[in-house]
Every structure is written in structure tokens, then in C-alpha cells.
């Protein structure tokens, strides 16, 4: 779960550090005050895009990091082990300094990270929900995602995708068999020519004889040059290896009176068998070479080879060798078009492959569909909707897709007697924030992460519906941590942590939050209610709020 929160010259925050409890926690404020601060700090710690907004007036840079507790079974603790930043403390730091000049750097648990390494572990650890979720309930896929999500129809639904593809993969192999029929021969006879003329030069290793070849052209200098550096080694009069031992023997007698001096004898002591070794190695290597005047002129004939070969099909001679595999392998592709026959049957059979697995996914969705429908009616009854109803309608599409063999619509009415139409056509807009919040929550029931994220998605909503989402809320709150910005006090007044954004006049200014102690919440419940002017009245009825969540618990 989500510890604790550091913000440093971010947006408006100067400096503040959050502890976040676990359970059902809340941020609210008077508009403007910056709410979304912890979400916007959260989301740069997650690997969210960020901008130069985020960098405090007058300031270099924003510092922000985010502390996650985790279980050693965990999703998250498996990511870690696997790319060796857990450590002992159980703990998850994710940090993101973002500068004015609109670069950021990442680190996770100390280490520098990648931008795509912060999003792969927020997401195991971090579900984001918004008040624009709601308008994804009217695009056409969204009712499919949602139910195979819900169940957790991922496999079979990858596998009819994975099928589709390999299917329509071998359409095109054998529509491509088709077409080559006709330049196949034309070219089979090309590639077997240029592949027996590449035949045997490619045995050869180019840059093996080209060293080879340049080794023999300056047979004479390398052995004047090593004879010349073999003398001052160890044949002249004073050579290295004398002049070495002299030294050595001198530094040695001193050694034992200062221990920089027995480092230093130790040093050259090292160096010198270096040298040895290297003189012993320099005679070995100038006794084994010899020039050979044929083997050089069958060098440069191989090498003129490449070099023809190399300028006749516009390549670098070292690049043959990968010439002649490419070619070898269309060969063999134009080889097995020789029958297209062949590559039809193969279309049948993934085509029939495809089909059992759409079939099958088909038929999983539409058995989870009902009981998913008459789940979703029930909990959207109580946001003051009593007749509402849903149903999923299946319609079969033309062509099957990827996305398998049929349409897939979220069909709703709110008054009783009248027939269940396609949502975006029917559900206003104060409907559709109800439904989306219950569609979030029930999604969020089966999500892996342990924080869940709400932005102000009890918009639209008040009174009894707020104080029933609410409800919801923190009755998810039994398993998961949640973080939620919200305007409505029946909301807010089920949380187990309250905080308070405050926007202070300072120069520039600047944002504060303030983790509510039970008196401090009930003057917020007041302000939320009951506007500026707080009373005795406003206050009473915050009190009952808060009293309705002791109830409730």
C-alpha cells in the first residue's frame, strides 16, 4: 500500500511529506486549493507524463517520491526480485525529479530507472480512476472490455486474437504463393545462380585473410620492429629486464622500513614478471613467422574475389556471407510455394482454429453476461435509480474479428415498462456518472493493486446517493487502500483518513495539507454542507454523517 508521500517545490507544494493510512482515505478543499496535487505527484511517481507546470514558481526543479509497503508474495515483489532492486527494508521507493528545462530523471529503490520501468511497477501497484471514465462507457468496445475484465477473460480472448492473426497470416502466404506462380521460376533460377557463385568464396572468413594479408604485406617491418623492441627487453648490453632487477633489488633492502615502499616493491615486483612474460611471448611469436610469398598472392587473389563479388551486387565484401544466407532462405520460401495447395490447407486449419476458440470465448461471455447484468442492476438500483435495469445484447458480426464472433452492447433504461436501449442513446448524464462509478467499483473489486485512485468520480451526484457511494467506497476500502478526491461530505464523512487541502498566501503561493484530527473533520463536513457561514446547525449535521459511518462499521 501507499506510505507516504514527499513533494518538493512541485506545482504548489513547497515542501510537504503525507503519510497515507490504510483503508478509505479522502482529499478535499475549496476549488482551487490544488486537490489534485497528491494525485498529480503520485501520477509523476507512476511514470505519468509530466510537464514543466509541475516545477514550482522560481524553482530548478521538483522533487517527488512515493513509499509502497508490499508482501513478499506479491506481484510487485516478483518485479523487484526479477530486476534485482528489492532489499530488505519491504519496501517500495519511486522517485521522479522533474526539471524546469522539461527533462526528468526516475529512480526506483535508489537505483536510475527508466520511465517504462516506473510504469510497469505502477501498474501493479496503482489503479487510476477519473470523472471522465464515464464517457468510455459510450465507446462501442467498452461494454466487451468491461465483462472480460470482470472475469478475467484475458487468455482465451489473447488466444482468438492470436489465432485471428496467425489465420490471416496464412491467407497472405498463400495468396503471396498465388501471385508468385508466375515469377517464381524466373527467379529460383537467379537465386540458384547467385548463391553458386557465392559457394565457395563464402567458406572463407574476409577478415580473417584480409588481416592475414596485411600481416604478410609488413612481414619486414613487424620483424624489425620486434627484434629492435626483443633487444631492448632483454638482448642488449642494458636491457629492461637488468635495469628492472636492479631496481628491485635496491627497493627491496628497504621495503621492511615503510610499508608505501614494500607497496611500491611490490608494484614493480608484479611488473616485472609482466615484462618477462611478454619478452618470452614476443620470442615465441617471432620464431613461428616466416613470409610465404604464395600464400600471399593466394590471399590477394581470394581477396580481389570479395572485392568483384562485393562491387557486382552493391554490398561490402563482409557482408557476403549474410548476401548468400538471405538468399538461400527465399529459395527455400519459393521452394515450399511450389504448391499452393499446401498453404491452403493450412488456411483451413487455422481458420477452423480460430473459430473453436472464438466459439468458445463466445460462449463464456455470453453465460458471465446475465449474472454480470443482474449484478450490476442491483448495485445501480441503490444510487437512486430504483428501476433501473441492464442486459448485454450479442449481435453476431459479418466477418468474425479478433475481438471474436460478436458485437457486444450494455443496454439500459431507468423507468419501468420501457425496453432496454443501447446506453450512450438513453442514460443522462447524471445516469451515466452513477453507472460509471458502479462499473468502476466492481472492476476495482477483482483489480491486483493495492491502491486504488478515485478523482472526483462522485460528480454529479448528492444527498442519499452520495452518502450510498460513500458506503461503497469504504466497504471496498475492507481490502484495498483507496485515495479519493471528493466535493460531497456524505462522501468524505466514510473515510478513515481526511485530508485537507489549504491554499496559503504566501509569495509565491502555495498549497498545504492537513491530516484532520475528529473535530477538524467535523468543521470541514460543516464547510462541505453547509458553505462559508458555518453554524451550529451545519455542524450538527456533519456530526450525523459521521456518526452514520460508526453505524455503518
Given at each position: ?472 467506497l469504504a466497504d471496498l476500502a475492507q481490502h484495498v487502500q483507496i485515495l479519493c478526491i471528493t466535493h460531497q461530505a456524505q462522501v468524505a ?28 473533520r467535523i468543521q470541514e463536513l460543516a464547510r462541505m454542507t453547509g458553505g462559508i457561514e458555518i453554524n451550529e446547525t451545519t455542524l450538527q449535521h456533519a456530526r450525523q454523517l459521521r456518526h452514520l459511518k460508526f453505524q455503518h462499521v
Amino acid at each position: 500500500m501507499l506510505t507516504h508521500l514527499t513533494l518538493i517545490n512541485f506545482a504548489l507544494a513547497e515542501h510537504l511529506a503525507i503519510d497515507i493510512h490504510q483503508g478509505f482515505n479522502v482529499l478535499t478543499g475549496e476549488t482551487g486549493a490544488g486537490k489534485s496535487l497528491l494525485l498529480d505527484a503520485l501520477s509523476a511517481c507512476l511514470g505519468e507524463r509530466t510537464d514543466t507546470n509541475y516545477v514550482r514558481y522560481g524553482s530548478e526543479k521538483a522533487d517527488v517520491t512515493a513509499t509502497f509497503s508490499y508482501q513478499d508474495n506479491s506481484p510487485e515483489a516478483s518485479w523487484l526480485k526479477e530486476h534485482e532492486l528489492d532489499d530488505e527494508s519491504g519496501e517500495i521507493h519511486l522517485r521522479r525529479v522533474i526539471f524546469a528545462t522539461g527533462r526528468s530523471k526516475a529512480w526506483i529503490n535508489g537505483r536510475p530507472s527508466s520511465l517504462s520501468e516506473l510504469k510497469e511497477i505502477g501498474r501493479l501497484l496503482v489503479q487510476l480512476y477519473s470523472q471522465h471514465s464515464q464517457q468510455q462507457l459510450l465507446e462501442p468496445p467498452y461494454p466487451k472490455r468491461w465483462l472480460d475484465r470482470y472475469y478475467n477473460f484475458h487468455e482465451p480472448a489473447q488466444a482468438v486474437r492470436d489465432a485471428y492473426g496467425t489465420w490471416h497470416k496464412n491467407i497472405r502466404q498463400h495468396q503471396a504463393a498465388l501471385d508468385a506462380q508466375a515469377t517464381r521460376k524466373q527467379r529460383i533460377e537467379t537465386l540458384e545462380l547467385q548463391l553458386e557463385e557465392l559457394e565457395d568464396i563464402i567458406q572463407i572468413d574476409y577478415q580473417d585473410i584480409e588481416q592475414e594479408f596485411d600481416r604478410l604485406s609488413h612481414h619486414e617491418t613487424i620483424m624489425q620492429d620486434c627484434a629492435y623492441s626483443l633487444n631492448g627487453l632483454d638482448e642488449a648490453e642494458q636491457n629492461i629486464n637488468q635495469e628492472l632487477s636492479s631496481i628491485l633489488r635496491r627497493i627491496e633492502s628497504h621495503a621492511g622500513r615503510s610499508e608505501q615502499l614494500s607497496e611500491i616493491y611490490n608494484s614493480l615486483l608484479n611488473a616485472q614478471s609482466e615484462i618477462e612474460d611478454a619478452t618470452a611471448n614476443l620470442r615465441h611469436f617471432m620464431d613461428r613467422q616466416s613470409f610465404d610469398p604464395e600464400r600471399m598472392e593466394e590471399l590477394n587473389s581470394q581477396l580481389e574475389v570479395f572485392h568483384r563479388l562485393a562491387r557486382k551486387y552493391r554490398t561490402q565484401p563482409e557482408l557476403l556471407k549474410e548476401e548468400y544466407e538471405a538468399w538461400q532462405t527465399e529459395l527455400d520460401q519459393l521452394h515450399q510455394l511450389e504448391d499452393p495447395e499446401t498453404l491452403a490447407e493450412q488456411v483451413e486449419l487455422s481458420y477452423q482454429d480460430f473459430i473453436a476458440k472464438a466459439e468458445y470465448l463466445d460462449q463464456i461471455r455470453r453465460e458471465a453476461a446475465e449474472p454480470l447484468a443482474k449484478q450490476l442492476t442491483e448495485q445501480v438500483k441503490q444510487l437512486a435509480l430504483p428501476e433501473a435495469y441492464f442486459e448485454f445484447k450479442f449481435e453476431a458480426l459479418d466477418e468474425p474479428g479478433s475481438e471474436g464472433l460478436s458485437f457486444i452492447q450494455l443496454l439500459f433504461t431507468a423507468n419501468k415498462g420501457i425496453p432496454a436501449q443501447p446506453l450512450a442513446r438513453v442514460a443522462s448524464g447524471g445516469e451515466l456518472s452513477r453507472i460509471a462509478l458502479v462499473m468502476q467499483v466492481m472492476n476495482a473489486e477483482k483489480t491486483e493493486a493495492e491502491v486504488l485512485v478515485f478523482d472526483e468520480i462522485d460528480v454529479g451526484i448528492s444527498g442519499g446517493t452520495a452518502e450510498i457511494v460513500g458506503r461503497l467506497l469504504a466497504d471496498l476500502a475492507q481490502h484495498v487502500q483507496i485515495l479519493c478526491i471528493t466535493h460531497q461530505a456524505q462522501v468524505a464523512a466514510q473515510s478513515d483518513q481526511h485530508l485537507l487541502v489549504k491554499k496559503q498566501q504566501t509569495d509565491p503561493a502555495s498549497s498545504t495539507i492537513i491530516d484532520l484530527e475528529e473535530d477538524e473533520r467535523i468543521q470541514e463536513l460543516a464547510r462541505m454542507t453547509g458553505g462559508i457561514e458555518i453554524n451550529e446547525t451545519t455542524l450538527q449535521h456533519a456530526r450525523q454523517l459521521r456518526h452514520l459511518k460508526f453505524q455503518h462499521v
